[in-house]
């Protein structure tokens, strides 16, 4: 469960981002030649004041 920063409150999860006009959403890759692509970017909103909060759920590859 996460708190939204802002407001304490609960957030809803797992939603997805999508570029608008497009159906293919956003990637997160390290920097460099051949980008590994190092996951799904999930969003979780808070449902009292709107703040969006992106994060991964597998971090293995950052590390």
């Known amino acids: 469960m996460r708190k939204c920063l802002r407001c304490n409150n609960e957030m809803k999860e797992d939603y997805d981002v999508k570029v608008e006009g497009a159906a293919y959403g ?35 590859k950052i590390k």
């Open 26 to 60: 956003l990637k997160i890759t390290k920097p460099g030649i051949f980008k590994d692509n190092l996951g799904k970017v999930h969003v979780a909103v808070c449902s009292n004041c709107g703040y969006l909060e992106f994060y991964l759920e597998e971090t293995d």
